[in-house]
């Protein structure tokens, strides 16, 4: 019996994977996504701000400064907020980890009723 409960368990999960991936939202970011790897000067923004964070974790465990990498990694943002590709591809990417949070939520609100 429990095996045939999680077949069909596995099966929904299965279907709505694809119904995720089938979505408009899905199919945008993927198109979005392969656009951003074109763009080199996208490509060089987010390695910076990548590098910039491994600076930051590396000197706030040793309490150095931080101000001026801070202050670099806002103007990077910024700047890569201003380009309307990566601005629309980062709302979509917000919009479905949102998605993928609430699902998750819902499923350990039903595991904690129990």
Do not use: G
């Amino acid at each position: 019996m429990t095996k045939s409960i999680n077949k069909e368990i596995l099966k929904k999960i299965d279907e709505l994977i694809e119904e995720i991936k089938n979505s408009t939202e899905f199919q945008d970011y993927r198109q979005l996504t392969q656009k951003i790897e074109k763009n080199q000067k996208i490509k060089d923004k987010i390695k910076r701000l990548k590098q910039i964070q491994k600076e930051l974790v590396k000197r706030e465990s040793e309490h150095k400064e931080t101000k001026e990498y801070l202050n670099e990694w806002n103007q990077i943002r910024q700047e890569l907020n201003e380009i309307p590709l990566y601005h629309d591809w980062k709302e979509i990417q917000e919009k479905l980890n949102d998605d993928c949070e609430m699902i998750k939520k819902r499923l350990q609100a039903c595991l904690d009723q129990n």
